[in-house]
């Protein structure tokens, strides 16, 4: 009663190799045959055994996506359009949330190796590379997304973190702030390092060096932004503006400025890193630094799709060299958090 | 080079199909022997071919989770309980986000199928309820999560949405509150369906009719709050007190009401279902309907590995009787965003 890839090949009038070939998503093939393969295959019902295909062509149509957590606003938009862009492309996605446990992530690779994935995207917590090395490796091609860690082998995709900064910054300095404070990230981590290096930058570049009394670096907490904001506005010359650049901390920061009772944007300014949907809808409507989540998603995607299919880049070149590093760019929206100091 | 499976075995002193069963994840292994053979096979570094033994046994450890989308914070929350129990058990997601378009979850659930995955977890359309009992009928366990569309098989595992939608205006009621409105779904999901009888209820119990020019319902979508919110507070006597039971219309709702100037709860007391992270570091603090989406992945994961290993549940019932209904409480939790109507 099953219909058999012989059936479906003939109603195409085209090989078994081809149809076979057209099934488990290669991209080698005009679009012409794809369609006409696709097409009998949906007609006649066909459906293939992709455990037993898996064996034989080792494919397993599965990618692993390795990431931090889901809360994040910018991890849940790369999660859905990673697993939408490659389930159009016929892979599914295996799921691992690491909530930045070293072991757990270790685990998870090896959970992903044993089911034989075809590709992998992590946003690795940078205590693993010796294992994303070996899955590389393995000649399983492998992205790393927004962290790209030490001695991590296969592409990044990474977000233009110093330069959001620099635009952050940029803005608040263009509206004549001088003493703006930082909340960032911890320097291990890509995102802490490169957004702060983009704010003193853009400070010295004004010929302002930061102030120690207003920078807080630290761990990606609630409470961290919390105490930070409470450290920051007792300092003996409080800020006017707060480039917050720690996400996740972002909670607990507008949570003190709120108990604190400071008026935003009479008495401070604030620029929030990474857009999450509720911003524009804050009182007052919060001006960000958008990392362009779903620009990340798209091409890590593409990279990914490209090694695997073993196609050449835009460039033109064969993409069998070194790992290749792909920044996306980030934009300044500005909403009502932000004005001149008074 | 590769370690085999009887060299697992013989190192842990079981024989090899105990050795087999405790490492494809069975449950019928005593705890004692799980662990001899778990640190047999790490010490020697074995590694399953999970494709190959995925023929063998039929088991593939993978889960298909069909959901709607990951910025509502129920559904990202769900996502990361549900993948991170599952982990600890064994198996690992296939992550398929469907935007509530039923073509894609028909596609969807044909790859699940092709995947051979060993259940099922769905939020789901109601569209494709023939589906659903086709991957039911395939002996695949099938766990219906917060939509339970008419038809459907499989066990269900249900929010209390019309018990919080009681709560919700009950705690308005005893405030002094009468002129109550609501903002909610569409009567076809059931989210939509339940809190609205919960609303109407409640304000039944109270001797009171619901006023049709302070009821709106219709689609999970932002605009739907604005339009309703401007609707709403332009009615010819305006509501003291909103009860927001559409989630994804709330950033619609809030910012209609953070442009209109609506003071809240001076002007207006404001109730939302479902919790969201910046729930409590709003101006003000909002009072919210917490649906427990924590416990709501719990039990689904629960119920459905005691369907695929067969267990009989808590009550002592084999579970291979017809689907059963799981109802999650649901809790009230006040904040700053409720008060005595003026």
Redesign the interface.
């Known amino acids: 009663m099953a219909v058999t890839l012989d059936e479906v090949a003939e109603a195409a009038g085209v090989s078994k190799s081809t149809a076979s070939r057209v099934l488990s998503g290669s991209s080698r093939v005009s679009a012409q045959t794809r369609r006409a393969v696709q097409s009998a295959a949906e007609r006649l019902g066909y459906?293939?055994?992709?455990?037993?295909s898996?064996?034989r062509t080792r494919r397993?149509?599965?990618i692993g996506?390795v990431i931090t957590?889901?809360?994040n606003?910018s991890f849940?938009?790369i999660?859905?359009v990673l697993?939408?862009r490659l389930?159009e492309c016929g892979y599914?996605?295996?799921?691992?949330?690491t909530?930045s446990d070293p072991a757990r992530e270790r685990?998870?690779l090896?959970?992903?190796?044993?089911?034989?994935v075809d590709g992998l995207v992590i946003v690795g917590t940078g205590e693993n590379t010796d294992m994303v090395r070996q899955v590389s490796a393995a000649g399983i091609p492998v992205v790393n997304l927004m962290r790209a860690p030490v001695g991590v082998s296969g592409d990044c995709v990474m977000a233009g973190d110093r330069e959001g900064a620099e635009l952050a910054v940029q803005h608040l300095l263009g509206m004549g702030h001088r003493r703006i404070a930082f909340i960032g990230g911890p320097p291990e981590v890509d995102s802490g390092r490169d957004r702060y290096s983009g704010f003193v930058a853009a400070l010295a570049a004004a010929g302002i060096e930061p102030y120690p009394a207003l920078v807080a670096r630290g761990p990606y907490t609630v409470p961290f932004g919390t105490e930070s904001v409470m450290r920051l506005m007792a300092a003996a010359h409080p800020p006017t503006a707060l480039y917050s650049a720690n996400h996740e901390a972002t909670?607990g920061t507008?949570?003190a400025l709120?108990q604190l009772g400071v008026r935003v944007p009479e008495q401070l300014s604030l620029v929030c890193h990474e857009e999450?949907?509720?911003f524009?809808?804050w009182?007052p409507p919060i001006t960000v630094v958008d990392n362009s989540a779903r620009d990340l998603g798209e091409l890590a995607v593409e990279q990914l799709l490209r090694r695997i299919d073993n196609r050449p880049d835009d460039a033109g070149a064969a993409p069998d060299d070194a790992g290749r590093l792909i920044r996306v760019g980030s934009r300044l929206v500005v909403r009502g958090s932000t004005a001149a100091p008074r």
Chains 1, 2 share one sequence.
Do not use: I, K
Request: hydrophobic residues 40%.
């Open positions: 459906r293939p055994n992709r455990v037993a898996g064996l397993s149509n599965l996506l957590n889901l809360v606003a849940h938009v999660t859905e697993q939408q389930d599914q996605v295996l799921l691992c949330v909530d685990r998870y090896d959970t992903l190796l044993d089911h034989r909670f507008l949570g709120v999450a949907p509720w524009p809808y009182h």
